[in-house]
């Protein structure tokens, strides 16, 4: 056991030593000299309290306001720091609207919430890394959107904006620990919940009043988890990471690479209509809206109809359906509904359009998001302009004017159209491969502080916290590893399942029909051999994870380059001697690195396993169950994806893409 160890150390050591080298060709480091964006304060290499001090002039009250907390201090150290830093004349106006003479007179408590709404601790972010989105989230654990827009009255200059209000004045200037940019207004903040930061809203006027009368804002109003204890006292369970966790887990001296997710947030989407956009279907008030959603919902749900109408708190009345399907149990900025932005390079836009699917509060329905053209839209189906049903599209924060749309529980985006559960999403929107990144598979996985683009770094999660998961087993880990272009995984991410695991899986729901049911992972000898069931039936029999594909049980091969009907053909055959025996290649759409050749399709140890082919009725509940058979606590599960392909798309005359 001794040489094994020994020898997995070694093997893991120079894994290690060759990601970092190469993850520092890949990424930037603030602290490396030659990685900082040229500006004319590079050559002083300040860090960014003296670069806040170089320009007392213009940002003199936010440095008394940071010196009046610890995060002065704080920014004259080593990290990787945003900092959003009010001009004079944005405290100015703060002070002025909110009765204060002076910085002296702003109370501390407030004057720390101010700065920590001003700061994103883990990376320094440039208006190059993101043309509109989420940049992160700040130390006050709000994220800062950063929006574009065109200055008309010079030369239409761009325009960057945070939170909408905040106006960049000055960008970009890099230090030593991050970056700065100087804005000219207080970044706005709320302690509001989100369906009162909703109601604020005078455009939402309608769809906050269904919202208050189904019931569901009080589905809204939770935050943090206080039952979930702390890390502190409970060293045992962390003590119990084994150091096989993906090979980048090995324990150094006194420290530990896991990070753990240390309080449990409940955060919330909502996607809503403005008053404007029920106006132009003839929606005027609430009782219009109680009309369309009966008609609506009565069509999807014929054995309901007229059932439940006067009850709206009923999970089953219409409009409660309607207000139900615009929810979402999970905070998803606009940029990382699909996946991260940093992620998109890796997509081949030529093939099929990014998407991701989720789960809503109205019991048994997905919404499918997809990104065509840089705009994200809701059950759309189609690739690119070319739409078999045109969808619903999500506004971008430029798009929708000043309202802050975001809570320290959650955020809300405005939609073009009406968004509803039809029958065409369900018979035709959602008639096709389902297929759920393993970290949507629990909203606890979003709600935490995740890894960023480029980290290697593992999130640490409580097993008895994650939410639609059941873990148990010897020394039984679940990490979210961080996205980095290294990762032979779809979207760059994944779930690790380390220990002599026992885990369940509850699955999202789907249109009733027959499925074939896969799971994505890649291969390596660290891996394990796991058995899986559904609904506790066994699916065949255990799956060995360490084995490569060009081995003979699975029987991969390479494709057959040209497009020629020979080569598809060829392609054809091998896919089907793979699928003969339960295995498929890993999708052509998504490539590791930079280049398209390293397709997840053509690496040998990236690889789907066919679980099991049956009906699902939609209104059931589906349980995937994996358990570690080796009894060995060093090996693990790299859990990619799950995919619910409907029999209409296996079993096409044309066969199923590669995509």
Avoid at 234 to 246: I, T
Avoid at 260 to 281: C, G, M, N, P
């Amino acid at each position: 056991m001794k040489d094994k160890t020994y020898k997995r150390l070694l093997v893991g050591l120079s894994f290690i030593i060759g990601l970092l080298s190469f993850s520092m060709t890949l990424t930037s480091c603030v602290d490396n000299d030659d990685d900082i964006p040229m500006n004319r304060y590079e050559a002083e290499k300040m860090t960014a309290a003296q670069f806040l001090e170089e320009n007392a002039d213009r940002v003199g009250d936010f440095i008394t306001l940071l010196k009046r907390t610890s995060y002065f201090a704080m920014l004259s150290t080593y990290g990787d720091y945003t900092v959003f830093a009010p001009n004079n004349e944005a405290l100015s106006k703060y002070m002025a609207s909110n009765s204060y003479n002076s910085i002296e007179d702003i109370p501390l408590t407030v004057c720390d919430t101010i700065v920590r709404t001003h700061i994103i601790k883990t990376k320094a972010y440039f208006t190059t890394d993101i043309s509109e989105g989420s940049l992160g989230m700040n130390m006050a654990e709000t994220f800062i959107e950063l929006s574009i827009n065109s200055d008309a009255a010079n030369n239409n200059a761009v325009v960057h904006y945070a939170n909408k209000v905040a106006r960049m004045v000055e960008y970009d200037d890099s230090v030593t620990n991050g970056v700065v940019h100087i804005v000219n207004n207080i970044i706005p903040r709320t302690s509001d919940k989100l369906p009162d930061v909703i109601a604020a809203d005078s455009t939402l006027t309608i769809f906050s009043e269904a919202l208050f009368m189904t019931g569901l804002a009080d589905s809204l109003m939770a935050y943090e988890d206080k039952n979930y204890p702390e890390w502190g006292a409970d060293k045992a369970s962390q003590d119990s990471a084994y150091a096989w966790v993906l090979q980048l887990k090995c324990k150094a001296e006194g420290s530990d690479p896991i990070q753990w997710v240390q309080k449990r947030y409940f955060k919330f989407t909502a996607f809503v209509e403005r008053d404007s956009i029920y106006r132009l279907h003839g929606i005027n008030n609430i009782n219009d809206l109680i009309a369309h959603a009966k008609k609506v919902y009565d069509a999807v749900y014929p054995e309901d109809a007229g059932k439940y109408d006067n009850d709206f708190k009923h999970r089953k009345n219409p409009l409660n359906r309607f207000v139900a399907y615009h929810l979402v149990d999970r905070v998803l900025p606009y940029n990382e509904i699909i996946m991260r932005r940093d992620c998109l390079k890796h997509w081949d836009l030529d093939k099929c359009d990014p998407e991701e699917f989720y789960e809503t509060m109205c019991p048994g329905t997905l919404m499918r998001f997809c990104y065509p053209n840089e705009q994200l839209y809701i059950n759309r189906k189609g690739l690119k302009a070319d739409a078999e049903v045109q969808g619903i599209r999500v506004w971008k924060s430029s798009e929708s004017g000043t309202a802050l749309q975001q809570a320290p529980n959650g955020m809300y985006h405005y939609l073009d159209d009406i968004l509803e559960y039809t029958t065409e999403v369900r018979d035709v929107v959602l008639n096709c491969r389902i297929r759920f990144d393993s970290t949507v598979l629990s909203p606890d996985f979003a709600n935490s502080d995740r890894p960023l683009y480029g980290e290697n770094k593992l999130r640490g999660y409580r097993l008895d916290y994650i939410k639609n998961w059941k873990v148990m087993g010897e020394k039984a880990v679940i990490g979210l590893h961080g996205e980095g272009p290294w990762w032979q995984h779809y979207k760059s991410n994944g779930i690790t399942v380390s220990g002599i695991f026992d885990m369940t899986i509850k699955l999202p729901p789907v249109p009733s029909g027959t499925y074939e049911i896969r799971t994505g992972y890649t291969a390596n000898p660290e891996r394990g051999v796991v058995q899986f069931y559904l609904n506790n039936v066994p699916c065949g029999i255990p799956a060995d994870l360490r084995i490569m594909g060009p081995d003979p049980s699975i029987g991969w091969v390479a494709d057959v380059t040209g497009d020629t009907e020979e080569a598809r053909n060829a392609n054809k055959a091998i896919d089907k001697a793979m699928h003969n025996r339960g295995y498929m290649k890993g999708m052509d759409c998504y490539w590791q690195g930079a280049a398209k050749e390293n397709a997840l399709r053509n690496l040998v140890n990236n690889l789907r396993y066919v679980l099991a082919t049956q009906y699902l009725d939609a209104n059931e509940t589906y349980y995937l169950r994996a358990r570690q058979v080796l009894k060995d606590p060093e090996c693990y599960w790299s859990f990619d994806y799950i995919e619910l392909c409907p029999k209409s798309v296996y079993g096409s005359p044309e066969g199923e893409d590669t995509h």
